[in-house]
């Protein structure tokens, strides 16, 4: 069953040293062969000889488990008046749930390991081609893939079928991005395409030490002029777009050889597999702290009953004629023996199933998400999904929500609008790019500075070409470019192909090529991208593009004021913009140019310094030559939604690396920022003092402002300022923003996004942070934020599975939120105090019986009651409740977001109402006590023959009346009824009177009665033949049930909240059970039409 043993554990490389592989692994003489892990993929947890030490060491770490555990210890070591197997069978039961389930789920891990490791791969080894299984692959080996084949390793891509030494390729099991993405192998290896020719290759590839990002590889292949690869004969440098990523599948190409450096644990797909930093929930937290104080409340009760107990006996045991034959000893060990044995008789007071249950309710409730018909997105087939169970009750107790807003709040589909071309405004109108507020004066290809702009739209990007049944398409990773390229093609120059040494465009019907010579990467330190191209004249071009604040920057000529004014411009109209400028590269200078970006890009220590160093040098000097204005709509009901969170008491912040102005304007396109707010600007503060004094000043002046007061007022940050107050002034910042209804910070990089999140979720009041956005960007903060949600966009896939919960739309937010999370949060508050409360009422009839036996550590309880009362006659209900409970319809809960600020604020898991639980505890078992213990003290008979109870009759019926009463307790806090709440908690009264039945038939024959009988078999028959014990139940259950349905009475009619009044109102509706169950998007479309 685990049969995955490997060469998982060897020693990690350092991450500063630098891989040597040869290829073939043919080592010069000398060189000792250096030790790689295998190709075996390990993602299990388990190993069959580690499997049952390591799941019960991770399960008694728990402390109600750990707690048990000690107790059956104490159980085995002395004499105690409960037998062992009465804790020690439910243990055993709660640990084998959870042993077999993660057994498993390792043993499903375990099959898709050997699938994947015993695939069969194409290996060229003593000059042929070989079939191994994957696991079998090794540094240095030389693997044929096919078309539509995953790559098993990491591999430098050697040579291609197709004839300009590319390949295509999807990464969606990597990053979830299914477009398609080029890579091209080097020159000198291009053209080595057979077995023959592969087995000639002498080289070597050093390369950087396995890292995590898979956007990123830095290395260079050495081709060698002897057998000792001693001498090269030439170096090539080797970047990601050379690098083959196990996972990825090769598209739209017949085959590709390459050669793997990273192989098993040390490819990027098994680094990326590792899991997040793990997320406590609020309520295990809370929930370990009431078991803690139980825990203490038992040992301090022990101890005081012991106590007494010891002074009891020197009072009372001369003058206890029972008790005149046997010895009294006062020694230390049989003080501990009494002390043990309270501790054994008052254990049951912790719900020893209260993990189990809360995790099998969240489990199963996790599902409901993804079959909420409300929040599936038909269009794309998405419906939302739970990849967590362990955070769902946190959704009800959010407080501040971090959006990002390209993607997030916006669609992400850009359409070209509006251009700044030498100073002068243009606009697209009817496909035409016209003079703006002149419809009939168009742009002119002849103008030297219109063509320039529109070749540089067409020519500086990322973008690839693919073709479908004689159809170009495009293929992008940013929707930015795409709508560029397609713009440009639109006005007459249009892009058609690239390859590795050129680039076409058909200019007004002519067909010019432009070799390429160099490409400097987009990154979010620099904010650019730039190319260098050699035009058809001979002409050595650099075109470069970017935000305004990064290009106009190193621009020393051009339009470069009127084109920052028009960027302002489109910026207030929301439209996303990017800069454009050039200059002409003389052959001299290029030369230069050219040596500088071979020596960064031969580097592989401080290979992204030295080229960030190259770049600074490089792109200096330019000449604007104008900007674009793309239009990026917001989605559908985002106005609503954040309406909404406003409404239910929660702000939003709104992080983004986009401009101030277009931040600003989405913000109050969708209700961020309202008309009647007062806007403050934190922006361009580089100065620490001036930065603590613009603080000060909005603090004093928020702090000013009445509460009766209506005025609102919103902050905007920018990344600088966000850099210097939190280097600063942190905690003056921190006080600032709280104040502020809202916040929105812009030119944000990714690990300040998460700076934010971290400094709001560790203020003192401990709010409940939530972070929602769709790209790679916003990876940091959502993993950062108490709950994290991904939204499926066009950038990837990244934050979803990062995330903890996603969905198809922001707007979708709201129904997760006020909805899903307001159930979850009141459904596992009760569940986790009806257990300690169910717990309470059973053991405390017990306590009491304690005062009245001469304190001595006896049972009321039979073994069978003890081991059932939490499997079998408490369960099941509360399950139930805590699955199907809806105090309130979900259509109210969605419309009348007033009702989750309330339910957030109540702070249901706080002590006010675990006290409150408490209480009723008490008073039920008080109640219980009183009469069942007055029947039995003072009685003249239950029945015709005058026979009287004996103490398993008062255990007996004592039970009887806990179960009667903790049953139907959870029936009156139960709003819906549903066939299954029926089923369980009328279903678990009707089994607890036939299995006490059954069993009162063959109870074990060391029960006896203390009076005229040995025989204890009927104890439950006998009791439900005399009229007496009807009354006595039925009393007991009234007088228990009375306070909580009179105060339920009192506060839903004169003290009542915002729930009681709109329950009075509603009327409870339940999304029908036909409903749940997993949906195709057929099944999604007939369900939708059946519900309309």
């Known amino acids: 069953m685990f049969g995955c043993f490997g060469s998982y554990f060897q020693g990690n490389e350092d991450p500063n040293s630098i891989r040597q592989v040869y290829i073939f692994n043919r080592y010069p003489e000398g060189v000792k062969a250096q030790s790689f892990p295998d190709n075996e993929i390990v993602t299990s947890k388990y190993t069959l000889l580690n499997f049952i030490p390591k799941n019960l060491y991770e399960q008694f770490r728990r402390i109600a488990n750990f707690y048990f555990l000690c107790v059956v210890i104490i159980m085995l070591c002395i004499e105690t008046p409960i037998g062992p197997g009465t804790t020690m069978m439910p243990l055993a039961i709660v640990v084998t749930i959870s042993l077999c389930k993660q057994g498993y789920e390792d043993y499903q891990r375990h099959k898709a390991d050997n699938e994947v490791n015993n695939r069969l791969v194409s290996v060229i080894r003593h000059g042929c081609l070989q079939q191994i299984v994957s696991r079998n692959i090794r540094v240095g080996d030389v693997v044929k893939v096919e078309c539509d084949e995953e790559f098993p390793a990491d591999m430098v891509l050697l040579s291609s079928s197709d004839e300009e030494g590319s390949c295509y390729i999807t990464t969606a099991n990597l990053d979830g991005e299914t477009n398609l993405k080029i890579l091209t192998c080097p020159e000198e290896t291009k053209s080595l395409l057979t077995v023959q020719e592969l087995y000639g290759l002498d080289a070597s590839i050093e390369c950087e030490s396995p890292n995590v990002d898979l956007y990123r590889f830095q290395g260079r292949m050495i081709f060698a002029t002897d057998k000792n690869l001693d001498n090269f004969s030439a170096m090539k440098s080797l970047n990601s777009s050379n690098l083959l990523l196990r996972g990825a599948t090769l ?515 401990n709010p409940v942070t939530l972070a929602i956005g769709d790209g790679a960007n916003d990876v940091s903060m959502i993993l950062e934020a108490n709950v994290g949600v991904g939204i499926f966009g066009k950038e990837g896939r990244q934050a979803v599975r990062s995330s903890d919960f996603s969905i198809a739309r922001f707007r979708y937010l709201r129904n997760l939120m006020f909805v899903h999370g307001h159930y979850y949060y009141r459904r596992i508050a009760t569940v986790v105090f009806y257990f300690f409360y169910k717990n309470v009422v059973f053991v405390a009839p017990a306590i009491c019986f304690l005062f009245m036996n001469g304190y001595s550590p006896q049972t009321i309880y039979s073994e069978l009651q003890l081991i059932g009362f939490n499997l079998m006659f408490s369960a099941l209900p509360i399950i139930s409740y805590g699955l199907f409970e809806q105090h309130l319809p979900p259509t109210l809960l969605y419309e009348k977001p007033i009702l989750y600020k309330e339910s957030a604020s109540t702070n249901l898991l706080s002590i006010k109402y675990f006290v409150a639980w408490m209480v009723q505890a008490v008073w039920n078992s008080f109640v219980i006590f009183l009469f069942v213990f007055s029947l039995f003290y003072d009685s003249s008979g239950f029945n015709a023959n005058q026979r009287v109870g004996g103490l398993w009759c008062y255990g007996t019926l004592c039970y009887s009346c806990v179960i009667f009463v903790i049953n139907i307790m959870i029936a009156l806090k139960t709003r819906y009824w549903v066939w299954f709440t029926h089923f369980t908690i009328w279903g678990t009264l009707i089994s607890f009177v036939v299995i006490s039945y059954l069993y009162a038939l063959w109870a074990s024959p060391n029960i006896t009665w203390i009076h005229e009988t040995n025989d204890a078999t009927y104890v439950f028959i006998w009791l439900s033949t005399c009229a007496i014990v009807y009354l006595v139940v039925a009393i007991v259950v009234i007088l228990c049930l009375l306070p909580p349905v009179l105060i339920m009475l009192i506060q839903h009619h004169l003290y009542p909240m915002e729930v009681d009044r709109y329950r009075m109102c509603y009327p409870t509706e339940y999304t029908p059970i036909s409903h749940l169950g997993y949906r195709t998007r057929t099944n999604y479309q007939s369900l939708i039409e059946d519900s309309s």
């Open 251 to 765: 598209k739209n190409t017949k085959f590709v050889y390459g050669a793997p450096v990273y192989t098993g644990r040390d490819t990027k797909m098994a680094l990326n597999q590792a899991q997040a930093q793990y997320k406590l929930p609020s309520i295990e937290w809370k929930m370990n702290m009431y078991i803690l104080f139980f825990c203490f409340m038992v040992v301090t009760l022990a101890t005081m009953l012991t106590i007494i107990e010891f002074f009891w006996e020197v009072d009372c045991h001369p003058r206890a004629l029972y008790r005149q034959n046997v010895t009294f000893s006062h020694n230390v060990g049989g003080f501990l023996n009494d002390f043990f044995s309270f501790i054994v008789l008052f254990n049951y007071v912790i719900p020893i199933s209260l993990y189990v249950t809360v995790e099998a309710v969240k489990f199963i409730s996790s599902y409901f998400v993804k079959w909420d018909l409300e929040m599936y997105h038909a269009p794309t087939d998405t419906p939302a999904k739970a990849n967590t169970s362990d955070l769902n009750e946190e959704l009800g107790q959010v407080e501040y929500v971090f959006s990002d807003k390209t993607g997030t709040l916006t669609e992400n589909e850009l359409v070209f609008r509006k251009c700044s071309i030498a100073g002068t405004k243009y606009a697209s109108v009817d496909d035409r790019l016209c003079l703006e507020g002149q419809r009939e004066e168009y742009a002119d290809l002849k103008d030297t500075k219109v063509k320039d702009f529109l070749l540089s739209m067409s020519l500086c990007h990322s973008v690839f070409t693919t073709e479908h049944q004689g159809i170009l398409k495009y293929e992008a990773s940013s929707p930015d470019e795409k709508a560029l390229v397609e713009a440009a093609a639109q006005y007459g120059i249009k892009f058609i192909f690239a390859s590795r040494n050129s680039r076409k465009v058909n200019v007004d019907g002519s067909l010019d090529r432009y070799e390429f010579l160099h490409i400097l990467p987009f990154d979010n330190t620099r904010k650019r991208m730039s190319i260098i191209l050699r035009s058809p004249t001979g002409k050595i071009l650099l075109l470069c593009k970017g935000a305004e604040s990064s290009v106009l920057d190193i621009c020393t000529s051009g339009c470069i004021e009127s084109t920052r004014n028009h960027v302002d411009d489109y910026a207030v109209e929301g439209l996303r913009t990017l800069v454009f400028a050039m200059r002409e590269i003389s052959e001299s200078d290029f030369e230069r140019v050219d040596k500088l970006m071979q020596d960064t890009q031969n580097a592989i220590n401080e290979r992204t310094e030295k080229e960030q160093a190259a770049f600074d040098i490089i792109e200096s000097q330019l000449c604007c030559i104008g900007a674009t204005g793309v239009e990026d709509r917001l989605q559908d009901g985002v106005y609503e939604t954040i309406s909404a969170l406003k409404e239910g008491g929660v702000k939003l912040w709104v992080l983004t690396g986009d401009k101030m102005e277009t931040a600003v304007n989405i913000s109050q396109a969708c209700n961020h920022f309202t008309s009647n707010m007062k806007l403050h600007f934190l922006t361009a503060q580089r100065d620490p003092d001036s930065c603590r004094q613009t603080l000060s000043s909005l603090l004093a002046l928020l702090e000013g402002v009445s509460v009766d007061r209506k005025q609102q007022f919103g902050v905007v940050v920018d990344g600088t300022s966000l850099g210097t107050a939190l280097a600063t002034c942190p905690e003056l910042f921190l006080k600032s923003t709280l104040l502020c209804s809202a916040v929105l910070c812009c030119r944000l990089s990714p690990l300040q996004k998460a700076e934010v999140v971290r400094m709001v979720k560790q203020c003192k009041e």
